[in-house]
């Protein structure tokens, strides 16, 4: 497998006919045998196995690699100019069966650090799942296990603070976007475990109706000096306080990721999302969707 992820990746940094001719028609066969070959190592027996000579782990890891460089000819805008591409019914079923087994791994436990690698392998593998793959996670319970993984991964990044713990938050929220993004369903799911509706004394605050409130623009001064600088309702050590802290992280991508994520479960409404999170954690997002004017630096 390892040989395998080579050549493909070699080819798909070559000449774009031959990333197009690499998977004609004979990826509808690779992507069945490690279809399979992942069904059979999660199936077989009990995964990932008592013995640490176990390698079924390992193997799933290789076939996710391998799966992920050629997903994007196989069902996103590339596909289209594939040769003889298999038809729309032949991938339906592939990825209908694969679909069902990321489910089956994200439900695993991850008291083994095997099954925890192969959870994080699925999650770098659903960074380009198809669209529809969202309401499998929701009628399977992905979402949770998500968000599971969402906050370990943040524990070790913003508490534990683990050297290079932040590269690895990338998979999982650039994941948790696309959820929040294109299934209203998921998106519930999450807003209610990042802000919990009987956990925050700020709910009527929050959604305050029957008086005029000014926007984040009119507010920008006033905001400088008040309690709005700071989050509404964030307890240390809570999901929603570490997502906040990311939104001043040094890495930029990460803390545009952590951004867009509250953005996108405070519904793109400003208030709410200032409210949440903060005028001085949200001034960034907001200036971005056009918003707020910051200061010429000049």
Not at 132 to 151: E, H, P, R
Request: aromatic share 6%; with cysteine.
């Amino acid at each position: 497998l390892n040989r395998i992820n080579e050549c493909i990746r070699v080819e798909l940094e070559s000449e774009p006919e031959n990333m197009y001719n690499i998977t004609s028609n004979s990826i509808i066969d690779l992507v069945h045998v490690f279809v399979g070959m992942a069904s059979w190592c999660i199936r077989s027996s009990a995964f990932p196995g008592e013995s640490r000579d176990d390698k079924r782990a390992d193997l799933i890891e290789e076939i996710f690699q391998v799966l992920y460089l050629v997903q994007p000819t196989y069902t996103g805008n590339l596909a289209k100019h594939v040769k003889l591409s298999p038809s729309q019914e032949e991938k339906e079923e592939v990825m209908t069966q694969l679909g069902i087994l990321l489910c089956e791994i994200l439900n695993l436990s991850h008291q083994d650090s095997r099954a925890y690698r192969v959870k994080l392998a699925t999650v770098t593998l659903l960074m380009d799942m198809p669209s529809d793959y969202s309401q499998y996670l929701v009628l399977n319970g992905g979402i949770k296990q998500l968000l599971d993984i969402l906050d370990y991964q943040l524990s070790e990044a913003v508490i534990e603070k683990r050297q290079q713990a932040s590269l690895s938050l990338t998979p999982i929220l650039v994941v948790m976007n696309k959820l929040t993004s294109s299934n209203s369903t998921a998106k519930d799911i999450v807003k209610e475990r990042i802000f919990p509706t009987n956990d925050s004394d700020s709910k009527n605050d929050v959604h305050k109706t029957g008086k005029a409130q000014n926007s984040p623009a009119e507010n920008q001064n006033n905001d400088s000096s008040s309690d709005r600088m700071k989050p509404k309702d964030a307890p240390y050590g809570t999901l929603r306080w570490k997502l906040i802290e990311l939104m001043t992280n040094i890495d930029s991508y990460v803390k545009r990721c952590a951004s867009e994520l509250l953005w996108n479960i405070c519904d793109e409404n400003a208030k709410e999302y200032v409210n949440r999170t903060g005028y001085g954690n949200a001034i960034h997002m907001l200036s971005i969707k056009g918003l707020v004017q910051l200061p010429s630096s000049k």
